[in-house]
């Protein structure tokens, strides 16, 4: 892959410049597959070119690409690699509910922003895998915390300069806590463990992030809400976070959607063929109009239980088809689709990890039905 042509231009369209390095990156997005390695050239690309720093608004420094390009963007380049998407896809939803917040709340998130533009920052979220209840804990010391925790599924933290967190504090008050807070990864006490050998998205670097006495003084908890409980911030996270997120199976599924079509050209007229190539463009469609609606909500509508319902509705829908569009890819594509070199099999592996995402679809059901019902949502 040649990593050494000159930087792009860093206004106008993010999906079309997102598109043209997604044929660069496919050509080595099955060796690190192969090899479980982090896809570092492609993020070292995607910072040269002002993609880390893109949906930064313009007032504080960045280059203002819309909420609806990021996601285009993301969806581009999973058609040619699904890791680097979804890594990426991690640094983005930190920074697209950072910005929202700062616009629509005016939240003091300006200074992070400022810092992810001036700096090139790669954030790292381990916001899925702590999620409303959190995880690790935070003593309270002099001047701030000491927190011990372990991160699982930290993706792009090979090359992170920020994890952006939590953990449980037992306030004497309030009772079991949960801060919010960044933590540099060269900070004392952060140390990354190599263990992401998964099924798929193998170049995500998730690895476990442990986090051993680290101190984080007090002006760095940027929130506090009670554990295991919905609080507005995680109904703009639910509004705002999986689009981005799911851009990254809508282009697997993009992909290899793309590949059978060309796998099947020699032999269209076989009779049954038909019918698989059908089944694979209801699951297609489905999956693409249910994320366009995921989009326009984040774009238009305001948080809350109402919304992040209709989102992670949105969201299993996404899921299932895009897993469901790369299976009938699969067989249209015919044995040939069993070979690693295709594309196929690599593309079956990354697009199972939709399911894992929260809410994962029983979740959503529950949240969703209580929802509708008039419950508490945190019954």
């Known amino acids: ?13 993010w999906t079309a410049k997102a598109a043209a390095l997604a044929q660069e990156f496919a050509a080595n997005a099955a060796a690190h597959d192969a090899e479980d390695r982090f896809v570092a050239e492609c993020f070292a690309r995607l910072k040269a070119d002002g993609f880390f720093e893109a949906h930064v608004p313009v007032e504080l ?27 990426f896809a991690m640094h983005s939803h930190l920074v697209a509910v950072a910005a929202w917040r700062w616009r629509h709340e005016k939240a003091p998130t300006e200074g992070l922003l ?25 003593t309270k010391v002099d001047g701030g ?17 920020l994890l952006v967190t939590s953990a449980v504090t037992d306030d004497p008050q309030a009772g079991p806590t949960v801060l919010h807070f960044a933590v540099p990864f060269k900070a004392e006490g952060v140390k990354i463990h190599d263990t992401w050998r998964v099924m798929g998205m193998r170049g995500t670097g998730s690895n476990d992030v442990e986090l051993d006495n680290v101190f984080v003084p007090d002006a760095a908890i940027s929130g ?16 705002l976070a999986f689009p981005l997120i799911y851009a990254a199976y809508m282009g697997v599924a993009d992909g290899a959607r793309a590949i059978a079509l060309k796998a099947a050209a020699k032999r269209a007229d076989e009779g049954h063929l038909a019918y698989l190539a059908g089944e694979m463009e209801n699951a297609h ?23 992040s319902s ?16 790369v299976e009938r890819a699969m067989e249209v594509a ?20 939709a399911r894992y995402h929260p809410l994962q679809e029983k979740p959503q059901l529950r949240y969703t039905g209580r929802v509708a019902l008039g419950l508490d949502v945190d019954g």
């Open 224 to 239: 506090r809400r009670p554990q295991a409980k919905w609080h507005p911030l995680f109904h703009a996270i639910s509004m």
């Open 310 to 325: 209709r989102s992670m509705i949105r969201r299993t829908i996404v899921g299932q088809n895009a897993i469901k569009t």
């Open 61 to 87: 420094g960045g280059h203002g690409a819309s909420y609806a390009d990021l996601c285009g963007a993301i969806r581009a380049l999973g058609a040619g690699c699904g890791s680097t998407a979804l890594a």
């Open 334 to 353: 015919g044995g040939a689709g069993f070979y690693r070199k295709m594309g196929l099999e690599r593309a079956f592996r990354d697009v199972q990890a």
């Open 285 to 307: 469609t489905t999956a693409e109009i249910a994320f366009e609606d995921m989009v326009r909500i984040a774009e238009a509508e305001k948080p809350g239980e109402k919304t």
């Open 145 to 161: 915390y000491r927190i011990t925790a372990r991160k699982v599924f930290s993706s792009g933290c090979p090359m992170g300069d």
């Open 114 to 138: 400022k810092r992810v533009a001036a700096e090139n920052l790669v954030l790292v979220s381990s916001g899925g895998s702590d999620w409303l209840k959190s995880a690790g804990t935070a």
């Open 1 to 13: 892959m040649n990593m050494n042509v000159g930087k792009i231009d860093t206004t106008g369209d």
